[in-house]
């Protein structure tokens, strides 16, 4: 016999329909869907200025909801922005806090200012404090914190309220590849302890280690949505860069390598150079092979996990918007 426990939460956790916000002409978010399963860790990838932040902030009740809807565990965004703000934790919020005090004053400041009683908001710092190792730091004052150590605490500060669904707005962004290993061990506690999360990113392997699910998003649009496995298979596992001496080449080459591999390259907006996605990274050689028996010559050739400019590639047929990608590699 099956018992129903009418208080479990509700198996959607979000669910968007053709959300969209323009910025004067500007759509910034165009027509998006989304369905976030209760427990998952879904991942919004996108580039720079793909409106990942948007997306958020109105599901967040940050920002008017031009067009579509939106509900939270079956709430409606718009209709009801107070309840909305009891089930979302928002990273990025605390910014505000007072520097000047430490990071167990500020937490439980932060405790009172959501309506906890004086000794609960700071039982409940001081677990937080604890359980992102932020101890030994708790009675510094934050304006000695690093980057990483103020990232732990301004999630800490978000989880307060102990909300079930959680927006990260790229976690780890600037991060050195310690503290970005931590915070993943963070995110995945949080999940591991009953939340769902909402975490937005730039990085193909970030999305790919954390989430169960991933929405591609580019220029307010989502391009692709599934298991990082279902992403990558249309990604490939990795990707065959190569350059051809001679731009007239091309099209010979898209020839060899859909006899080779039974599929088409993606050619890039430069038109000497194709990307090819290979199953596994051995099958190149036989891709190069065939290309020099062809007649074809090659200027240069990588072979990479795809990135996420490569995923773009693959998904939209153009790159990363240049002026962004120039800005992140900068
Ligand atoms: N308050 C705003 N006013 C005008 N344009 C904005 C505003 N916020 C974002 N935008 C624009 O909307 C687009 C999407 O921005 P955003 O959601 O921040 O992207 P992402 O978080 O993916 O980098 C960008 O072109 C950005 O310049
Ligand atoms: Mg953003």
Redesign the pocket.
């Known amino acids: 016999m099956s018992i129903t426990n009418l208080d479990a939460p509700p198996v959607v956790a979000v669910r968007a329909e053709g959300l969209a916000k323009a ?2 002409t ?1 759509r ?2 165009d027509g998006i869907d989304l369905d976030i399963r209760t427990g998952e860790i879904f991942g919004v990838l ?10 958020l902030r109105m599901l967040a009740t940050l920002l008017a909801i031009d067009e579509g809807r939106a509900e939270i565990f079956g709430v409606d965004v718009s209709r009801e922005p107070h309840v909305i703000r009891q089930l979302v934790g928002v990273t990025g919020q605390y910014a505000s806090v007072d520097e000047n005090l430490t990071a167990r004053e500020n937490l439980w400041l932060f405790g009172r200012l959501q309506g906890l009683p004086s000794p609960r908001a700071r039982r409940v710092g001081d677990d937080l404090l604890g359980r992102f190792g932020l101890e030994d730091a708790a009675d510094k004052p934050i304006a000695q914190f690093s980057g990483g150590m103020r990232r732990r605490l301004d999630l800490a500060a978000s989880l307060i309220t102990r909300p079930p669904l959680i927006f990260l ?1 790229e976690p780890t962004t600037g991060l050195d590849p310690r503290t970005r290993g931590q915070m993943w061990d963070t995110i995945r506690e949080l999940v591991a302890d009953g939340c769902t999360v909402l975490l ?1 990113t730039q990085y193909l392997d970030e999305a790919d280690q954390l989430s169960d699910r991933i929405a591609v ?1 580019d220029r ?1 649009r989502k391009v692709a949505e599934g298991t990082p496995d279902e992403l990558k298979t249309a990604v490939g596992d990795s990707t065959l860069q190569v350059h051809l001496a001679d731009p007239g080449d091309v099209q010979d080459a898209v020839q060899v390598v859909r006899r080779v591999l039974g599929s088409d390259p993606v050619l890039s907006p430069e038109q000497a150079r194709l990307n090819v996605a290979l199953e596994q990274a051995d099958m190149a050689a036989e891709v190069l092979i065939a290309l020099r028996t062809a007649g074809l010559s090659i200027s240069s050739v990588s072979v990479a996990k795809p990135s996420l400019d490569e995923v773009f590639l693959v998904l939209t047929g153009h790159e990363t918007d240049a002026d962004t990608t120039k800005e992140d590699r900068r």
Not at 46 to 55: D, E, H, L, S, V
Request: aromatic share 6%.
């Open positions: 910025f004067g500007h910034a978010v996108g580039p720079n200025g793909a409106g990942k932040t948007t997306t707005d937005t998003i307010g």
